[in-house]
T-cell receptor
Framework: EAQVTQNPRYLITVTGKKLTVTCSQN?????MSWYRQDPGLGLRQIYY???????DKGDVPEGYKVSRKEKRNFPLILESPSPNQTSLYFC???????????????FGPGTRLTVL | AQSVTQLGSHVSVSEGALVLLRCNYS??????LFWYVQYPNQGLQLLLK??????LVKGINGFEAEFKKSETSFHLTKPSAHMSDAAEYFC???????????FGKGTRLHILP
């Protein structure tokens, strides 16, 4: 089944304790992205990756890191989490535009993070 | 720069009534437009997309949307609401110059029995 998976689905942690949220897709998509969803603010892009070893900042990158060493994986790293990073996080992937195919993004199920 | 405005953070309709969720976009080039739905405790899934092939786009679950360039709108409609339509709906736009998609802030649809 074509899908985007995220782990963990739920995480409660404390300020300053490094954490990683994993994201993996099995659709051979070049493009991957991380979003955070907050009430009243919709989805805001954190980082994205056009392909392996190519990453770039989205709209709210502060406090986050990413890496793209393999095409299928795009982990989100919080080196020193703070309470304002409490949010619902989504990973997404899509084929790149220049393939002429649908550019819809496929979303993972989300990771609900609470930083105390 | 591209942007999306969804009018109404909450919309309530009676079961069986028309659903209308409004979306206006701003784009300097012909856009790609999307509607996504998010059911409780789930990720987003695509309802429908506009990619310039036809102005009236039909999606899943009986939803459709019409692209109106003159009004820069892409409103989502469904003739008869069902209880299972209760969810949050997001309009999104992409200009296609890169793979970036901008999402609106979402509209939560409530279905009244």
């Amino acid at each position: 089944e074509a899908q985007v998976t995220q782990n963990p689905r739920y995480l409660i942690t404390v300020t300053g304790k490094k954490l990683t949220v994993t994201c993996s897709q099995n659709m051979n998509h070049e493009y991957m992205s991380w979003y955070r969803q907050d009430p009243g603010l919709g989805l805001r892009q954190i980082y994205y990756s056009m392909n392996v070893e190519v990453t770039d900042k989205g709209d709210v990158p502060e406090g986050y890191k990413v890496s793209r060493k393999e095409k299928r994986n795009f982990p989100l790293i919080l080196e020193s989490p703070s309470p304002n990073q409490t949010s619902l996080y989504f990973c997404a992937s899509s084929l790149p535009r220049d393939r002429g195919r649908s550019r819809e993004q496929f979303f993972g199920p989300g990771t609900r993070l609470t930083v105390l | 720069a591209q942007s999306v405005t969804q009018l109404g953070s909450h919309v309530s309709v009676s079961e069986g009534a028309l659903v209308l969720l409004r979306c206006n976009y701003s784009s300097s080039v012909p856009p790609y437009l999307f509607w996504y739905v998010q059911y409780p405790n789930q990720g987003l899934q695509l309802l429908l997309k506009y990619t310039s092939a036809a102005t009236l786009v039909k999606g899943i679950n009986g939803f459709e949307a019409e692209f109106k360039k003159s009004e820069t709108s892409f409103h989502l409609t469904k003739p008869s609401a069902h209880m299972s339509d209760a969810a949050e709906y997001f309009c999104a736009v992409s200009e296609g110059r890169d793979d970036k998609i901008i999402f609106g802030k979402g509209t939560r649809l409530h279905i009244l029995p």
